[in-house]
């Protein structure tokens, strides 16, 4: 085989090279939008970290509902007893 036919081969392997690559990043890139996009998947994932959260220490998930709670009410209460 020639020079000119070696080089030849030499940069068709690397263009298929960088072809091959480059197709494996677009594929990565993909798939991590997907990942990022997936609208139940997110959910799961916060609702096991809520329950991991409320498992490790409730204290703050009581303090936080019942000063909901206390505040719905309150709202509730002006609306109705107000002079509007």
Request: glycine share 6%; net charge negative; proline share 4%.
């Amino acid at each position: 085989m020639s020079d000119t036919q070696q080089a030849f081969e030499n940069g068709k392997n690397a263009v298929k090279d960088a072809v091959r690559r480059s197709r494996e990043e677009l594929g990565d890139t993909l798939d991590a939008i997907e990942d990022k996009l997936n609208v139940p998947k997110r959910a799961n994932e916060l609702k096991e970290r809520a329950q991991r959260s409320y498992e490790e220490n409730p204290v703050p998930w009581i303090v936080g509902a019942t000063a909901a709670v206390i505040a719905i009410g309150g709202l509730i209460a002006w609306a109705v007893f107000s002079d509007d």
